[in-house]
């Protein structure tokens, strides 16, 4: 495996329902990010991780959970979703992050996870 | 929030140069990108802007003026395959916080 990879590619589920969403980089990267991505609305970026430890959060609402165990892996577990939430959601990693990264800024996503709540 | 303005669709013709143009507020700029996203692909990195100037890579070159609050990413010799959306992306840090706000997207179509 090269990159970032993401799974599932797809998932549909219930608003009772509790999944979880993997992320996996073979970059060797020290930052990774959770994105979410809806119809006619701007990239947002919802969890910021550097180095397993969490930097940002863009005031993203407690049913979705983070969880970055190493610098190679990142989960979104998700619980009690609304439909709304339906969207693609995207993982990224970059070498490093600002303020205290240099020139790493480059960040590579993966295929992303189509998810529909029911 | 920071608002990160940029076209919502544009028509070039195949051959043809395009400017996309994005326009964002000041206050703790960290660097400006520009991705591209084809349709149903994940965003790839087509260039990072920190200083003033241009800066070119092949076809694509970007632009910014940090005064301004300005950029543009420039396509030349346009082919078919440019069509795509193309994102704007503008870094805000300092005092330890870091935030990333993207703008809707331009999306591009390159006709014959």
């Known amino acids: 495996e090269t990159g970032v990879t993401q799974t599932p590619r797809h998932l549909v589920m219930g608003m009772t329902n509790k999944k979880s969403l993997k992320c996996e980089q073979h970059?060797?990267?020290?930052?990774m990010y959770w994105y979410k991505q809806s119809a006619k609305k701007p990239l947002e970026l919802m969890f910021v991780?550097?180095?397993?430890?969490?930097?940002e959060n863009n005031s993203v609402p407690s049913r979705f959970s983070p969880e970055c165990p190493n610098s190679s892996h990142l989960f979104l577990h998700l619980h009690t979703l609304q439909p709304e939430d339906s969207a693609l959601y995207l993982c990224?990693?970059?070498?490093?992050?600002?303020?205290?990264?240099?020139?790493?800024?480059?960040?590579?996503f993966g295929p992303g996870t189509r998810l529909t709540v029911l | 929030g920071q608002n990160i303005d940029q076209p919502t669709e544009m028509t070039a013709t195949e051959g043809a140069i395009v400017q996309i143009n994005c326009t964002y507020q000041?206050?703790?700029?960290?660097?400006l990108f520009w991705y591209q996203q084809h349709a149903g692909e994940a965003p790839t990195f087509l260039s990072y802007?920190?200083?003033?100037g241009l800066e070119e890579k092949g076809r694509f070159s970007s632009f910014l003026s940090r005064s301004k609050g300005y950029s543009y990413l420039l396509l030349k010799e346009l082919q078919m395959k440019d069509s795509a959306s193309y994102l704007c992306?503008?870094?805000?840090?300092?005092?330890?916080?870091?935030?990333?706000?993207f703008g809707k997207g331009t999306k591009l179509s390159v006709i014959p």
């Open positions: 802007n920190v200083l003033d």
């Open positions: 990224a990693s970059s070498q490093d992050t600002p303020p205290r990264g240099g020139m790493g800024y480059e960040q590579f």
């Open positions: 991780y550097s180095l397993e430890e969490r930097v």
């Open positions: 000041t206050s703790g700029f960290n660097g």
């Open positions: 970059l060797g990267h020290n930052a």
């Open positions: 992306a503008v870094v805000y840090s300092g005092a330890g916080s870091y935030q990333l706000t």
